[in-house]
């Protein structure tokens, strides 16, 4: 029931801005916390963003400050508008939720910044 599509992964180049954008359908996601993960290759998972249902935001440093997570709430979908964008941000993000303790994610959508 529940799914989390993303989309607008793109190459671009460095200092260049992109927005992503996570479709969820059979969960709320004013009531649910959503993240963005990111995967480069070679790399372990990290997250890039998160947000509670109430809104209140959290970002690892490497991004903080460059990237924005959002929510619509109306159209039930989470963005990430990146900003400033550096090669090593290069990695497939992926959209995730927890909900009745069960882990959601999407398939990703890539990001390729080149110098």
């Known amino acids: 029931q529940v799914q989390l599509v993303e989309s607008g992964g793109a190459s671009v180049q460095a200092g260049g801005s992109l927005r992503l954008s996570c479709a969820a359908s059979?969960?709320?996601?004013?009531?649910?916390?959503m993240n963005w993960y990111r995967q480069a290759p070679g790399n372990q998972r990290e997250l890039a963003a998160a947000i509670t249902g109430g809104g209140t935001t959290n970002y690892p440093d490497s991004v903080k400050g460059r990237f924005t997570i959002s929510a619509d709430n109306v159209k039930n979908t989470v963005y990430l508008q990146m900003h400033s964008l550096k090669p090593e941000d290069t990695a497939v993000y992926y959209c995730?939720?927890?909900?009745?303790?069960?882990?959601?994610w999407g398939r990703g959508t890539q990001v390729t910044v080149s110098s």
């Open positions: 995730h939720t927890s909900h009745n303790w069960k882990d959601y």
């Open positions: 059979g969960i709320h996601i004013s009531r649910n916390g």
